[in-house]
């Protein structure tokens, strides 16, 4: 029974070894790269656009809007990192029901990688907006008693964001295969498009929990912040207040 | 029984009843979150947005505690220590 893939050696150029995580991922990378630039080599900004620049800008959109809504400030600096891990978790998970793909995912060295990536992009997303002394003296909060908790805290978050994903792909891909053995192939198929809702969730709440993270670490200048998304929603109805 | 098949006779069964057991308190706990939430999300449907997106993090949240006995159920599997040490006495005492 395949676990992993890391531990599924799909060559042996003269490099070393390379197992099916690394090939797979490059597969996602490539996919996701030409596709983009096949898009986005003509963009226009009229009336007409073509269907892919119109998915492509439905999804920017979606993201830049949760993240806004989540962080409760612009959403340029982190729509990179927070949108790269979206986009990549789903691309992946989504490509889970081609026959012969095993997501990189669904492997405990990719999320922990992903995983890694969002613990470090905490402190710095708020060591760059508040400062080191700032952004240290969260940690004492409520009192500095609480210390080795906070800090045990943010590590046991970013395992449990590692392990979530992990389990989640690697469990759909599995009962798939061990399905295949018992019953005929529709069950097996529908374990699979189930596969794909709940590989589009984990993708949403990764991202989701990755911008939660930052965000309670990036609280600085929240009036001006909140001057600027007031600008950015549409007008509702003004406020009347009687005397 | 010697100490190979007793390691491993324990092993597997804590690793099965870690998970068994260890997965029916955050399922209920999730249970009611979602009931919550359905319950806002018919009393204020324009909230709806925000609601969803609280209880998916409310949900991860408290699904960390299935996920450390997931994680110690799996280690208990693939990566025992005492396993891989009785092994290698095993493998020594064979080759003396």
Same mark, same amino acid.
């Given at each position: 029974m395949r676990i992993s893939p890391d531990s599924s050696l799909f060559g042996q150029p003269a490099t070393g070894p390379i197992n099916d995580t690394i090939v797979f991922t490059w597969v996602v990378m490539a996919l996701m790269a030409v596709g983009s630039w096949l898009v986005t080599r003509r963009l226009s900004t009229g009336p007409k656009i073509s269907r892919w620049q119109n998915l492509l800008e439905v999804i920017v959109q979606g993201m830049r809007q949760q993240i806004r809504e989540v962080s409760q400030q612009a959403a340029g600096r982190y729509l990179p990192f927070v949108g790269s891990l979206f986009l990549f978790i789903a691309v992946s998970n989504l490509l889970g029901v081609v026959p012969g793909f095993r997501s990189p995912t669904g492997s405990l060295s990719t999320t922990t990688a992903l995983a890694l990536c969002v613990f470090v992009a905490v402190p710095l997303y708020g060591i760059a907006q508040q400062g080191v002394g700032r952004y240290l003296k969260v940690y004492l909060q409520p009192s500095p008693f609480m210390l080795p908790f906070n800090i045990i805290g943010e590590a046991s978050r970013t395992l449990a964001l590692a392990v979530r994903l992990f389990g989640n792909v690697m469990s759909g891909a599995m009962i798939g295969g061990i399905l295949l053995a018992v019953v005929p192939i529709v069950i097996p198929t529908l374990m699979d498009v189930l596969g794909l809702l709940t590989g589009m969730i984990q993708a949403y709440i990764f991202a989701i929990l990755a911008m939660v993270y930052i965000a309670s670490g990036t609280q600085a200048r929240r009036k001006r912040e909140v001057r600027m998304a007031e600008k950015e929603k549409p007008d509702t109805e003004p406020v009347t207040r009687s005397a | 029984m010697d100490a190979?098949? =007793? !390691?491993?006779?324990?092993?597997?069964?804590?690793?099965?009843?870690?998970?068994? &057991?260890?997965? +029916?308190?955050?399922? =209920?706990?999730?249970?009611?979150?979602?009931?919550?939430?359905?319950?806002? &999300?018919?009393?204020?449907?324009?909230? /709806?947005? *925000? !609601?969803?997106?609280?209880?998916?993090?409310?949900?991860?949240? +408290?699904?960390? *505690?299935?996920?450390?006995?997931?994680? +110690?159920?799996?280690?208990?599997?693939?990566?025992?220590?005492?396993?891989?040490? +009785? !092994? /290698?006495?095993?493998?020594?005492?064979?080759?003396?």
């Open positions: - | 190979m098949s =007793l !390691i491993a006779m324990a092993s597997i069964v804590t690793a099965g009843l870690t998970i068994a &057991i260890g997965s +029916v308190g955050p399922a =209920l706990g999730e249970g009611r979150a979602l009931s919550q939430a359905l319950q806002s &999300i018919a009393q204020q449907p324009d909230e /709806a947005n *925000t !609601i969803t997106r609280t209880l998916f993090v409310g949900l991860a949240m +408290v699904e960390s *505690t299935a996920i450390y006995c997931f994680v +110690v159920s799996m280690i208990l599997i693939f990566a025992n220590p005492f396993w891989n040490k +009785v !092994i /290698a006495a095993g493998a020594a005492e064979a080759a003396k």
